[in-house]
């Protein structure tokens, strides 16, 4: 047992809060990003996608070859290069001249991040005995909420003051501070039989992600997902995904163990972490719309209106083990996902004057169950594993997690993009037809080109709210569908209450730390 184990954390959780923090501030960004420059890049909706996906696709692709080139190398290496490729990311991605330059150096961040995440926990899991790893599981699941809640509020201060760069150049200093306390405090560590690099299976599984995603948001941005450019990409994503299974299943030193996945309890884990990451990426995407193009709300506002969901992670996650030792890992989980299944239909009810305080209602019960979900789940996937294999379990736990919010972003974002220009098509009738399809993109080029007009424009702005709140609606239920699915899942097969004995064993060691 490491003496300096806790400090450990909290530089491990430094780590962490970069990576998170990046994506939590960007949310708030969506909409400066696709104004028209000066102000922003005049990003289109499927452009703000991919510089959102960018980042996850590359991210997820790269985290088994980052987890095994962590355990062949050290886990102390891997951390400090990728935490400083992150921190060049951040600086160009901070001087980005067009949407294009922004997905391609987001893509660089994600080099780096992939390298930091499954680094992190991996040396929580070699400096902590199986006895603490939950309750130091917890703590790492309640960093992620401090991201979320310091994300959107340090992005919306941001814009409000500076350019639009500014959410990513806030980055460096931190990079900085952790470069400096991890060369101090944190140990290496490796495995002694480090498994083999799987080039082949990287290259297929980035290539058919990139393909299956670059489909959805095309058929998103053009309504139509018949159109044979869009079945052509999905298919050849499809094709080259299967491909990428049945090469893991016959290499001797696959980067995705497909064996893994025999274990029902372990399957069901890692699919709960991508259903709920699916449906509230999603959320966040068309959330941020709601309230700074419907409602109204500056990006600092819109910031604030979320910190209910990051406090109610940083209260429930370090808890949740509580009630697993209770119940079991099947009711607490299941129970979240009902829960996020609510608050999602909760969203489909949402019109451009509901009060406020619901929705901060709505954001505080999604980060409940969101905590409820991340750390039984967390601790499941990394407990299924021996000790050695951390990094392995690390980088599957948020493969798939990544690949769940890619996923969630491309389809419900491309259904809200389908809804909206659905609904708004015959409205735009007043604009001069070579602006009409640019305008259909999203409520934010709908009120672009609708400001530019002057009195003639005005006209457009009531059109769009009530177009974009169907189209939410429509997102929102597709959402509450997936959710459920994951309840059913988690509620067929992970595992129940523990046995009476080791029940009995549990209950006592509370009451002997309570005393």
């Known amino acids: 047992m490491h003496r300096r ?102 893509a660089l961040m994600a080099l780096g991040a992939a390298f930091v995440m499954p680094a992190t926990l991996a040396v929580l899991m070699n400096v902590f005995e199986r006895e603490e790893q939950p309750k130091a599981i917890g ?67 980035v290539v058919g992600l990139v393909l299956l995603v670059y489909g959805i948001i095309k058929g998103g941005e053009l309504a139509d997902f018949t159109d044979a450019k869009v079945l052509a990409t999905i298919i050849a994503g499809l094709a080259v995904l ?86 079991g890992n099947k009711a607490t989980t299941t129970a979240g996902l009902v829960l996020i299944a609510a608050t999602l239909a909760a969203f489909a009810t949402f019109e451009a004057d509901t009060p406020i305080w619901i929705l901060e209602v709505v954001f505080f019960l999604m980060g409940t169950g969101m905590a409820h979900i991340m750390t039984p789940t967390s601790v499941v996937i990394m407990q299924a594993l021996p000790r050695e294999k951390a990094g392995s379990a690390s980088a599957l736990s948020n493969t798939f997690r990544q690949v769940g919010g890619a996923l969630g972003i491309a389809v419900l974002g491309s259904v809200l993009a389908t809804s909206y220009r659905n609904g708004i098509e015959g409205k735009l009738g007043v604009l001069p037809p070579a602006l009409r399809d640019k305008a259909a993109e999203s409520i934010e080029a709908t009120l672009g080109i609708a400001g530019r007009l002057g009195p003639q424009g005005k006209a457009l702005v009531t059109p769009a709210d009530d177009a974009f709140l169907h189209a939410m609606h429509v997102t929102a239920l597709c959402g509450v569908g997936v959710a459920l699915i994951g309840a059913v899942v988690t509620a067929l097969f992970l595992p129940g209450r523990p046995p009476a004995a080791q029940k009995g064993e549990q209950e006592a060691e509370l009451v002997a730390a309570a005393d």
């Open 242 to 327: 299967t491909a990428f299974v049945l090469f893991e299943k016959r290499s001797d030193h696959p980067s995705l163990d497909v064996t893994y996945f025999k274990n029902k309890v372990f399957s069901a884990a890692m699919s709960a972490i991508a259903l709920v990451f699916f449906a509230l990426m999603g959320v966040t995407f068309f959330g941020v719309f709601y309230t700074q193009s419907v409602r109204g709300y500056s990006p600092l506002e819109s910031g604030v209106l979320m910190l209910p969901l990051a406090c109610a992670q940083l209260i429930f996650a370090p808890r949740a083990r509580l009630l697993v030792d209770r119940f």
């Open 139 to 205: 703590i790492w699941a309640g960093g992620v909420g401090l991201a979320i809640a310091i994300g959107p509020i340090t992005g919306g201060a941001l814009l409000d003051h500076f350019w639009w760069g500014s959410v990513f150049f806030v980055n460096v200093p931190i990079v900085i501070v952790a470069l400096v306390l991890m060369t101090w405090l944190v140990p290496d560590s490796r495995d002694p039989r480090p498994g083999r690099l799987d080039p082949v299976g990287v290259v297929l599984s």
């Open 5 to 106: 184990r806790w400090a450990i954390l909290g530089v491990l959780m430094l780590s962490l809060l970069i990576v998170v923090l990046d994506n939590s501030i960007l949310n708030v960004a969506i909409k400066t990003i696709s104004s028209p420059a000066p102000t922003g890049l005049g990003a289109s909706q499927g452009q703000i996608e991919w510089a959102i996906n960018a980042y996850t696709l590359v991210f997820a692709g790269l985290l088994f070859t980052a987890g095994l080139i962590g355990d062949r190398l050290g886990r102390k290496k891997v951390l400090l290069g990728g935490i400083a490729v992150f921190g060049i990311g951040s600086m160009l991605a901070a001087e980005s001249g067009s949407p294009d330059q922004l997905i391609a150096y987001r």
